[in-house]
Nanobody, 121 residues
Framework: QVQVVESGGGLVQTGGSLRLSCAASGNIASINTMAWYRQSIGPQPELVASITSSGITDYGVSVKERFTIFRDNAKNTAYLQMNSLKPEDTAVYLC???????????????WGKGTPVTVSS
């Protein structure tokens, strides 16, 4: 079994910065994509950023040039550096990993419970 835990959220003023962490642990053989989503209002989480195991990144339009995703494969951890934060960035930020477990074939999607980010105006 694999667990995903996010940390680093909190309250910050407009224009401030935060760094979120996503740590995966457990029976991990490999992790392909690690991604950050956010959930505010609406039924579906919004993709914020993703990164493959080889370092290829992708960003949502609203966060390009402000957010940076990077990862430490040795630690099974991904980070999201968020700069120039705006009130509309307020949300619960969730981490998603596509993992393969030791002794099993195939990969599956694993989610953390999220970390809240509030940006005050």
């Amino acid at each position: 079994q694999v667990q995903v835990v996010e940390s680093g959220g909190g309250l910050v003023q407009t224009g401030g910065s935060l760094r979120l962490s996503c740590a995966a642990s457990g029976n991990i053989a490999s992790i392909n994509t690690m991604a950050w989503y956010r959930q505010s209002i609406g039924p579906q989480p919004e993709l914020v950023a993703s990164i493959t195991s080889s370092g290829i990144t992708d960003y949502g339009v609203s966060v390009k040039e402000r957010f940076t995703i990077f990862r430490d494969n040795a630690k099974n951890t991904a980070y999201l550096q968020m700069n120039s934060l705006k009130p509309e960035d307020t949300a619960v930020y969730l981490c998603n990993c596509v993992v393969k477990e030791v002794g099993y074939t195939g990969s599956y999607s694993c989610w953390g419970k999220g970390t809240p980010v509030t940006v005050s105006s």
